[in-house]
């Protein structure tokens, strides 16, 4: 379905002369990571919108969406199925913010263990994306950047009482941080 609604799309630029063939592959995959993009957001708006838990879900997933496009980690092989698990994971972690924004002592030490475990294993490359040296270091850094602006931010946001905000960028870190535990081993056993 999205390779089509991709090859669709590139079809009706090439007519109209603003792609050539010879860049067939390349429009094509990135009209698909496009596409599967647009889905979850509007499933999370969609979600949102009926929970009532569209702040929840937006401050899990900016910070997410941030540190993740550099950080790599776990990646499923079909883009129906990483539709699916984003949605259940952006839904899942919207919930939760909205049970509780407080953020205890086992959560706050949990977080730091998540941060430590980012900022070591970045970036985890894919069987789809394999990345050399520079874009190792690149990727590294980058995400590392981030990790550190969103742990800052983290904490001014917790010392000054905007929980859900600080919340929502630790749960982040740890789904994050899950995430490339699972991909490193993953990648270790593959």
């Not at 838990?53 to 199925?81: C, D």
């Not at 730091?112 to 040296?133: C, R, S």
């Amino acid at each position: 379905m999205w390779k089509k609604m991709a090859g669709r799309l590139f079809e009706l630029q090439s007519r109209n002369g603003i792609l050539e063939e010879k860049d067939r592959r390349l429009y094509e995959y990135a009209y698909g990571v496009l596409l599967g993009r647009v889905v979850i957001y509007l499933i999370i708006v969609i979600l949102g919108i009926i929970t009532g838990n569209w702040m929840e879900m937006i401050v899990f997933l900016l910070p997410f969406t941030v540190l993740r496009q550099y950080a790599g980690g776990i990646h499923l092989e079909k883009p129906t199925s990483c539709i699916i698990f984003s949605g259940f994971l952006v839904f899942g972690c919207g919930q939760y913010l909205a049970v509780t924004s407080d953020i205890g002592f086992s959560f706050f030490f949990l977080w730091l263990i998540a941060v430590l475990v980012i900022f070591m294993l970045v970036p985890i490359d894919t069987k789809g994306k394999k990345l050399d040296k520079i874009e190792t270091r690149i990727y590294g850094k980058r995400a590392r950047i981030i990790l550190a602006i969103e742990f800052i931010m983290t904490i001014f946001l917790g010392i000054y009482g905007f929980s859900l905000l600080a919340k929502g960028i630790a749960t982040a870190h740890l789904v994050l941080a899950t995430g490339l535990i699972i991909g490193s081993v993953k990648k270790f056993w593959m």
